[in-house]
């Protein structure tokens, strides 16, 4: 019973793993491309700087009655830059194509 218990999860398993396989993924995109991305603690002016302006800046999240830090969103053609009051905490490569497996566009 155990053996057949494990050969029903190791099918579906693999059955699993060859329908995910014609996926791209958004991890393996960025693996193999060098794209420059602003540096964790750069200032909006300094990611301005380098960068050029974005292509939108979204309207800020949080802040309210200061619980949390506001986060500030910048949009550009292949990344999006997420700032902390006004120093960036993060930069994420943007989905590529609909059917690339990766974060999900903003939320506007």
Known sequence: MMRLSIALTTA???AAAGSA???TLLIERVQHETVAM???GSS???VEARFGAPAERMDPRGGQKRQWPTIH???YPAFTVYFENSRVIDAVANQAT???TGPKPPIR
């Open 12 to 14: 579906a398993l693999l």
């Open 38 to 40: 602003p540096a964790r």
């Open 73 to 75: 969103r910048w949009v």
């Open 21 to 23: 396989s014609a996926d």
């Open 98 to 100: 609909p059917g690339e």
């Open 44 to 46: 909006m002016s300094q």
